[in-house]
């Protein structure tokens, strides 16, 4: 248990009401904006408590920090790392944010935070970054219900803000933390929202070619029929979309080609997987090669 001067961890009022205008925002926005407006106005203290910098380096730690490529880890074997990190002549390493600065009442303050954020965006980040650093910052286990929060609340980013350019990224973190915590309703979920990007999205062609890869790489997740059928049919409108085209760029053709040449073949259809690389070798056959790929060939 904290005492009464550790569990005073806070941010002064001002940067209270900034961080208060991100989260009653309707835009959204990336996670780590917040964090910056309040380091800028934090400058402008004259004397800030060691509770208000606690609380800012707080902050700055749950909501700038990385989500690394794909499933990597950082040195501390968390998911999250710094975004700058050095390795001294001697072989000492600096990394900022450093968890290592996070203690008990830290995490308590975060922990606060994430009950009191409305906004997904701030809800999702902050309970996600708990999950994930908590045992190595604290020596304590978090709360399961973290992770419900943060996968929830980035399927109700991808439903608010499907064209982001985080979007994906968020769906495919709410995806692997249902499936590391085998939840199966919420990974149900968090495919029907993926797969529902493809009706309101400006890009279906690029995030159907994505959402192929990421849901057919990833163990443990098995498509129903109506979703594999959507995703399929979402490529097979980008081939046809590039093919028959009037200036078709034949080479561009391949990537829903092959996609869709090895699902077939996967599914026992031979002669739709040939079709489809037929039509992708039609388009290159007829597409007019810039002159330095002739050269180079």
């Not at 900022?96 to 995490?107: C, S």
């Not at 902050?126 to 709360?143: R, V």
Request: charged share 30%; hydrophobic share 40%.
């Amino acid at each position: 248990m904290s005492d009464s001067n550790e569990e005073a961890i806070s941010l002064p009022s001002e940067l209270i009401e900034t961080l208060a205008k991100h989260d009653s925002s309707p835009d959204d926005f990336d996670e780590a904006e917040p964090s910056f407006a309040i380091e800028r106005q934090a400058k402008a203290f004259e004397a800030l408590t060691d509770n208000h910098r606690r609380a800012i380096y707080a902050e700055v730690a749950a909501l700038q920090m990385d989500l690394l490529h794909g499933q990597g880890q950082s040195h501390w074997g968390t998911r999250f790392g710094p975004i700058v990190e050095n390795i001294m002549e001697d072989g000492t390493r600096h990394s900022f944010p450093d968890i290592t600065g996070l203690d008990e009442p830290t995490i308590e303050y975060l922990g606060r935070r994430a009950s009191e954020a409305t906004h997904p965006v701030l809800r999702a980040r902050y309970a996600d970054f708990l999950w994930d650093i908590t045992k190595i910052a604290t020596g304590n286990w978090p709360s399961i219900e973290l992770a419900r929060q943060a996968i929830d609340s980035y399927i109700e980013c991808g439903i608010r803000y499907p064209n982001s350019d985080q979007t994906l990224e968020r769906l495919t973190r709410a995806l692997e933390l249902a499936l590391s915590v085998r939840d199966d309703t919420r990974a149900s979920k968090v495919v029907d929202t993926m797969l529902g990007i493809l009706d309101q999205t400006e890009f279906p062609g690029s995030d159907a070619l994505w959402l192929f890869d990421t849901l057919t790489e990833q163990r443990g997740v098995t498509l129903c029929n109506e979703q594999e059928d959507k995703l399929i049919d979402a490529l097979e409108a980008e081939l046809a979309r590039i093919c028959d085209s009037e200036n078709a760029v034949g080479i561009v053709a391949k990537d829903p080609a092959i996609r869709l040449a090895r699902h077939y073949e996967r599914d026992g259809k031979p002669q739709e997987a040939k079709r489809v690389i037929r039509t992708y070798g039609n388009a290159l056959a007829d597409w007019p090669a810039p002159h330095f790929l002739i050269q180079m060939v």
